[in-house]
């Protein structure tokens, strides 16, 4: 379905969303040294040629730059100084004991360098993602159907959500944005889909296979696309879901929160002929009304419409608006300005096909996936008539007064007060 506008953990992907691809890491000890993306030959070498293992080390912000400062910390002072020392073969001879060492952020200097790194890793990406929010130069065409979009990013990013039901994100949550891109066109062109990231002979082959399966978006597994997300960044080490689901917790955990602040956010919804949009139904069924005459309540009283039936129909003319086709004489058109041209021209908007034309089940599925126009309808006014019967019909029984005297004369309370006053 489109959407109206609006992601095995693999260690050697971590580093990538941390730092420049092309930095090298440099031993603590000696000259050594090896690409970032070959840190496991370094951290061996460290391991078997000088004993000493770095823990947590997906967690670093900043790898290479971590290197350097131990590097120069253990010139100036033995490595015992700063690292747990774990002695093997404890119970055995003393010459076949050997010492290795940990380094980690039980050492508050330890602790106090890994958080400085991550502090400056995150204002360094939201500095660039202001940037971009702020280019407006930004240019390039569409992945899918090759037009050319220039000024904001945005523009093409919500393009590709809205006309080709492809979306990544938010503008707002994605970071280097060109590099992001760049790397979606690249698998692409080597007819690779997106989703389930198999390759296809052909790009017909691959664009049938990429809309039959609805595989119109990215593999939210696939951690090559995490260092494109702000999210990634709050707490480096952990995925966005991790840090959404600790978010959840803590929300369950704290059962004495104060919610007496909360305030509801209203979804909008968007007209059925123009993005229009409201945040109070009554405004849209007006809007849709004065606008485009276009009276869904006169239509579910005249047909007699059940909600499911409503919900097929909206579906129904959206579907055939997104495909620039009229609902009313199903004549095709280039763009969807002139479909709505020829609607309003030609007073096809309240005119519908037979109710066996649309009424069918393939509209039970939205065209928008988070259309908030399906969540407002109800169901046909018989339910309300018979609301009202229902209250209607409820029996009253009404008291009997034929021996209204004999009650009176007989009732427990008369008796009192005869007694009391003979009393008196």
Not at 103 to 132: A, M, N, S, W
Not at 247 to 268: A, F, G, I
Not at 329 to 347: P, T, W, Y
Request: aromatic letters at 10%.
């Amino acid at each position: 379905p489109l959407s109206f506008p609006e992601q095995t953990v693999d260690s050697s992907n971590t580093f990538i969303l941390q730092c420049p691809r092309n930095e090298l890491l440099v031993c603590l000890f000696c000259s050594e040294s090896a690409p970032l993306l070959q840190k496991d030959v370094l951290l061996k070498h460290l391991l078997l040629e000088h004993k000493l293992v770095i823990a947590d080390v997906k967690l670093i912000a900043d790898l290479p730059k971590y290197m350097l400062y131990w590097k120069g910390r253990f010139l100036e002072q033995p490595v015992k100084d700063f690292c747990s020392v774990i002695k093997t073969n404890s119970t055995g001879p003393v010459e076949k004991q050997e010492d290795y060492f940990l380094l980690c952020d039980v050492l508050p200097e330890d602790r106090i360098l890994r958080e400085k790194l991550q502090q400056k890793r995150l204002e360094e990406v939201l500095e660039q993602q202001q940037k971009e929010r702020d280019d407006s130069n930004f240019h390039r065409l569409c992945m899918f159907c090759s037009e050319e979009f220039t000024g904001n990013r945005s523009f093409l990013l919500n393009h590709m959500a809205r006309e080709h039901s492809f979306s990544i994100g938010l503008p707002d949550n994605i970071v280097y944005c060109n590099e992001f891109l760049d790397t979606l066109q690249s698998k692409l062109d080597n007819l690779q889909c997106l989703y389930c990231e198999k390759i296809f002979r052909d790009k017909t082959t691959l664009k049938d296979h990429m809309r039959k399966k609805a595989h119109r978006r990215i593999n939210a597994n696939n951690r090559e696309y995490d260092r494109f997300y702000v999210i990634n960044y709050l707490e480096l080490g952990k995925t966005w879901e991790e840090v959404q689901s600790e978010d959840d917790r803590e929300l369950v955990d704290d059962e004495n929160d104060d919610w007496s602040d909360w305030q509801s956010h209203p979804v909008s919804a968007v007209c059925l002929f123009c993005d229009h949009q409201s945040e109070t139904m009554d405004h849209i069924y007006t809007h849709m009304k004065e606008t485009h005459g276009f009276d869904l309540h006169n239509l579910k009283t005249e047909l007699n419409l059940k909600f499911y039936q409503q919900v097929k129909l909206v579906n129904f003319i959206r579907r055939h608006i997104h495909q620039n086709r009229c609902y009313g004489c199903q004549e095709n058109f280039d763009s969807r300005a002139d479909v709505l041209h020829h609607i309003m021209a030609k007073g096809h908007v309240m005119k519908l096909p037979e109710m066996s034309i649309w009424d069918q089940p393939q509209y039970f599925f939205p065209t928008y996936e988070n259309d908030a126009l399906l969540c407002t309808l109800s169901d046909s006014d018989e339910d309300e008539r018979d609301e009202t019967n229902r209250s209607e019909d409820i029996p009253v029984i009404a008291e009997d007064i034929s021996n209204l005297k004999i009650l009176k004369q007989t009732s427990v309370l008369n008796q009192l007060l005869k007694h009391r006053g003979s009393s008196c």
